[in-house]
């Protein structure tokens, strides 16, 4: 697995760079980036805590096929995991934030 920031959508609110636990995130010129995607361990604060669905986790063939994308959109009550495939399927899994120690 892998992150990827996507620039285009990125408004530079350094959400991310906050709080990545590993301080692997910069922002430069208003966008951020990722220092070494090998040094990135995959525990999704920053896929979570992005406003603007820029950062996407690329899943392994294992998980998801090649190429699919796992992003996520937060709401005070809900936490909505968006994966979409290369074949142009999209799956989604909503997590009641009330009750996610059960997940
Ligand atoms: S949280 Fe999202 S929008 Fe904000 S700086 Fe990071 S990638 Fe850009
Ligand atoms: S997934 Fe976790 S370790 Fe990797 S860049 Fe994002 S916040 Fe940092």
Redesign the pocket.
Known sequence: MSVR?DRDR????????EVCPGNLLI?KNSK?EIRDVRDCWGCTA?VK????D??HFYLAADLGGSGGKLFARDSQDTLTWILKLPNGIEKQIVVDKNQSNQY
């Open positions: 920031i990125c408004i530079g609110c350094r959400k991310c760079v922002c951020a920053c805590i992005c406003p603007r820029a950062i």
